[in-house]
């Protein structure tokens, strides 16, 4: 396992939630959800996250259908994730199979007693959460980074 800090994001059409986990990579914990319908500004605050948290790479969710397959929303987040590497390089983006998390958050939210109204706020947050959790546990088990590889372009 990689020693170092990383952030994890869900990338939604409304909203982005962001998580963050220690140095050793053992516990992912919500940053922030940011506003997504403005996107040079959502990136433009994910930058400043970055700056200010030293990751030593972010993972980005990749909404899959159940199947494995990729539809618009993952053409949307590889270009989201793509123009993101090139404003925060050289650290690393990754993006990792998301199936399922909103909803894993969402049960998780709603066993924890936050109601529907206040959960849309911070269920994005949750689902990074999670997505950051399954990628540490991916790379724990198999010694290997998670996920795919964001290349630059230029």
Do not use: W
């Not at 529907?116 to 949750?126: F, L, N, P, Y």
């Amino acid at each position: 396992m990689r020693r170092g800090r990383r952030l994890a994001i869900d990338v939604g059409d409304a909203r982005i939630g962001v998580a963050s986990c220690d140095p050793d990579g053992v516990l992912a914990t919500p940053v922030e959800t940011v506003p997504g319908r403005d996107v040079p500004a959502a990136h433009r605050r994910l930058k400043a996250l970055v700056e200010e948290y030293e990751p030593l790479e972010v993972v980005v969710g990749l909404p899959r259908s159940l199947n494995g397959g990729e539809g618009p929303a993952a053409a949307k987040v590889r270009a989201f994730a793509q123009e993101m590497a090139r404003g925060i390089a050289p650290v690393a983006v990754r993006l990792v199979d998301e199936r399922m998390t909103t909803v894993t958050a969402t049960q998780g939210l709603r066993a924890s007693g936050v109601r529907s109204k206040k959960g849309r706020s911070v269920v994005d947050q949750a689902a990074a959460v999670v997505i950051l959790q399954s990628a540490l546990e991916t790379e724990r088990v198999s010694g290997h980074p998670p996920g795919e590889s964001v290349e630059v372009v230029i």
